[in-house]
């Protein structure tokens, strides 16, 4: 809950739905900003299966990236002071759900029949294609179910 929003309100004159505004997106930016420090603070690449990150910022850039990304912060939490913004909690459990939701939208849209607008696959990849994504979708609704605590 809003930390007294009338007493905010009165305090730093920001209304009620402009401060829910920048609430929202500075949490956003906020996130964005500490995903961007982690990735740079990483020196080696990711090597996953169908992706392979490299670091081609150099050293100097990456350092230089951070500075400027705990600046922004740094303002972030100035205005966090000023408004006294409300530190949201966002569950793991929501945020797994969430990522969840989108593997099972991205697997239903590589299924063979709605591929077929883009082209046509032989027999053995069509049945192959359905048989590794249900399996994954199948795994994808345990998951799922195991985080709504119904497993």
């Not at 009338?6 to 920001?14: D, M, T």
């Not at 997106?25 to 982690?38: A, D, F, P, T, Y």
């Not at 392979?52 to 990456?62: F, P």
């Amino acid at each position: 809950m809003k930390l007294a929003i009338s007493n905010l309100v009165s305090c730093a004159k920001i209304d009620d739905v402009p401060y829910q505004v920048v609430d929202s997106g500075l949490s956003i930016v906020e996130r964005n900003l500490r995903n961007l420090i982690k990735q740079l603070e990483e020196n080696s690449g990711s090597d996953w299966i169908l992706r392979k990150s490299v670091n081609d910022i150099g050293e100097e850039n990456g350092r230089r990236l951070i500075e400027k990304s705990c600046l922004m912060l740094n303002y972030i939490r100035e205005l966090d002071k000023k408004y006294n913004f409300e530190q949201n909690l966002e569950s793991r459990r929501w945020r797994l759900l969430t990522d969840l939701s989108e593997i099972w939208t991205v697997l239903n849209e590589l299924t063979p029949e709605q591929l077929r607008g883009y082209g046509t696959m032989t027999r053995g990849d069509d049945k192959l294609l359905t048989d590794r994504i249900n399996k994954i979708l199948t795994l994808c609704n345990e998951m799922r179910n195991i985080l709504s605590g119904q497993a």
